[in-house]
């Protein structure tokens, strides 16, 4: 699958995640020239991970996503379709209760968990309103979801250089560090078509979230929302 739509098969996009496991977090820091790093670092201090609090990270891949929340004391469940990305990361962290899950229907109890995140995968999930009323349902009352997502920058200038970038650069960076460069053209064209943070925050509400908010990071290159379950 090398052409994008928010019409997703979810087998095809977890082949996709399945054939790029194994340099997944190199080729993000290369091509995030860096600032992928960086906006980890904001998604940790957004959840605001507690000793013994039951933290879901929903699309986690190889689970680079979840130690912050690990190293803060929460029990942190990784979770992905990709089976692929699954195993790299139990290799790297055979500690991690690893789960395969399709974020449309979660493999999980009403109201489990403290908080629930997702980086950088929503807009890969075939039904993104289900996925965030999944996410809704297994957090308990008082929690919280912190999504971080590519987003619009809200500069026009910037706006079109990212653009141009997305689409005539990134494939070639990827290429040098990828074995399957057109799984990023996939990336960069979806990134493309998803909502802006208005629209993700519109979404958020409808799926029943309260105290909606986001922030820009990098000019709005991606942007962290927030929710709250009443």
Request: aromatic fraction near 10%; hydrophobic fraction near 40%; include cysteine.
């Amino acid at each position: 699958m090398t052409r994008a739509s928010l019409e997703k098969q979810p087998h095809e996009v977890a082949s996709m995640f399945d054939d790029v496991a194994a340099n997944y977090d190199l080729t993000n820091d290369v091509i995030s020239l860096g600032q992928a790093r960086r906006w980890r670092k904001e998604v940790a201090r957004a959840v605001d991970a507690r000793p013994a609090q039951k933290i879901l990270d929903l699309a986690a891949g190889t689970a680079t996503s979840s130690q912050p929340f690990a190293r803060a004391g929460a029990y942190v469940v990784p979770c992905d379709f990709s089976i692929g990305m699954l195993r790299v990361g139990k290799r790297r962290h055979p500690w991690m209760p690893f789960t395969a899950g399709d974020g449309t229907k979660l493999p999980f109890k009403d109201e489990t968990f403290d908080a629930v995140t997702i980086s950088f995968g929503l807009r890969n999930i075939q039904d993104t309103d289900q996925a965030l009323r999944e996410l809704y349902r297994v957090t308990k009352p008082g929690g919280r979801v912190v999504i971080c997502e590519f987003s619009q920058p809200a500069w026009a200038p910037f706006r079109r250089v990212y653009t141009e970038y997305l689409m005539r650069a990134l494939p070639p960076v990827a290429r040098t560090v990828c074995s399957n460069p057109d799984a990023y053209v996939y990336l960069a064209e979806s990134i493309r078509a998803w909502p802006d943070q208005a629209g993700l925050a519109g979404l958020l509400k409808k799926a029943g979230w309260s105290q909606v908010a986001w922030r820009d990071l990098t000019g709005g290159v991606v942007a962290l929302h927030r929710g709250v379950r009443v």
